[in-house]
């Protein structure tokens, strides 16, 4: 299997499933860029009879008579000129064999509705019209996701109601990291995955016979190679005023989470700030975060930004672009220096995804908690065998100590739980793992400790 089909097993099958139906189906499939949507679907139809079509910012009787002409001369037939899909679609099903279900591949959509929004309302007579009771299997896909989710999918389009499936392609699971980056050891894949996130093309981008640090200055800091630039392409593409985006984005990463605090940083009005807030987490680059065990009242959350390409670009490309082009191994010297501290809250993220497949404990929640100036890292809960977990973990070139311990036992207390009903356990989460005395406490005290090859055994076995 290629690289870049790793953990594309469900979606593949899914769209397998529609295939071998008796009926029609139109499914749509979305996702930010560079996910994996097109090769996804050219996996899908390259052993089937199918037709592909990437769309783009063109006047619509142009892309018409473009789909026409690769049409005709792909499957060798003559089509008349029209300059109306519906038509076209309506000539093409009279000419061509649907006795094995023909699947027509649309990729890129939102092109085409930007060239002409009503392009939304002539699919609609397509699929109505001509499609619906063929043997036919329409895919559309996106990468704006805004656009996406309103135009196409959103209640009010003219193509509400019709699809018959759709998928929202996600970032890869950590467990499917090693797969990309074969010989990395656990601290190179984590610290990996803090600059690429899940993504499975920036992935591809390192070379795991190099180090982590070698392959950030490699492409991060190489204007010539795509992650040096990718942020502010997706940006630029999905949103009218990117700078401010960026200047948002960028306040969150510096410590704003607030939208008052977020406003003052970014230098954004704060009657305004929230609008823009509201299509980063449309575009999934940033989430609002409750805290584990408190109920979510209105005020009651951060923000975050949850992407962890942009996190990393934004902490160490957007800042220091004049200093990549003059001396790109200074900065790599800088990350260095620099780096652990950042990673404190990616080593957290992991150590939540890594409880959510802990088959011993089967968490139905797992997150953080915090309460004016305390915050506890992991706080996981098992409702049904009611049992509560509470965590800290530490990204640092030194063993955890015993205060750490100490300090979580007083914080805990501040957290109302049903403590006279539920079980309690406490687990520490260490890089470089844990001092003597704690390790007594640990022995003494039931304590679970988890290193580096602890978590590694649980993602990557």
Known sequence: MLLKFVDRGEELHTL????????????????????????????????????YFLSR???????????????????????????????????IVEKID??????????????LIESYKPVVS?????????????????????????????????????????????????EIPLSFLPKFLPGYDAVDL???????GGISFYLKEFDS??????????????????????????????????????????????????LSEISTKSLVDITNVNKYISVLQTLKLVRKIYPVMMPEKKRNFLYKVTDNYFRFWLSYVYPYKEEIEENPM??????????QEYMGSIFEDVVRQMLHVTDNWHFSTVGSWWYKENEID???????SKKILFGECKWQNKEMNKGVYEKLLEKKELVKWNNDKWEENIALFSKSGFSHSLKKVAESENIMLYTLDDIKKILWG
Do not use: C
């Not at 006047?59 to 038509?87: G, Q």
């Not at 989710?149 to 389009?157: I, N």
């Not at 200074?330 to 780096?339: A, E, L, N, S, W």
């Open 330 to 339: 200074g900065v790599t010297d800088f990350i260095k220096k620099q780096y």
């Open 98 to 111: 649907i006795s094995e279900k023909f699947v027509f591949l649309i990729d890129e959509f939102p092109y």
């Open 190 to 196: 984590i610290q990996s995955y803090g600059a690429l």
């Open 16 to 51: 397998d499933e529609k295939f071998h139906s008796p009926n029609a189906e139109f499914v749509i499939v979305y996702g930010r860029r560079r996910i994996g949507k097109t090769e996804l679907i050219k996996k899908f139809a390259h052993d089937k009879k199918h037709f």
């Open 378 to 384: 992991i706080v996981a809960i098992n409702e049904r």
């Open 122 to 170: 002539v699919f609609q007579s397509v699929w109505d019209e001509v499609l619906k009771d063929k043997n036919v299997f329409l895919i559309l896909t996106g990468s704006s996701v805004s656009m996406m989710e309103t135009e196409v999918l959103g209640y009010k389009s003219p193509l509400y109601g019709r699809r018959t499936g759709q998928l929202n392609l996600m």
């Open 57 to 91: 910012k063109e006047p619509l009787a142009l892309e018409v008579n473009r789909f026409r002409t690769k049409f005709s001369k792909k499957f060798n037939i003559y089509i008349e000129e029209t300059d109306d899909f519906e038509v076209l679609f309506r000539r």
């Open 209 to 258: 016979k190099n180090g982590f640090f070698q392959n950030v200055e490699n492409t991060f800091f190489n204007k010539h190679n795509i992650l040096f630039q990718e942020a502010e392409i997706l940006l630029k593409e999905e949103l009218r005023e990117p700078n401010t985006y960026f200047n948002i984005l960028k306040a969150m990463i510096d410590g704003a989470t607030k």
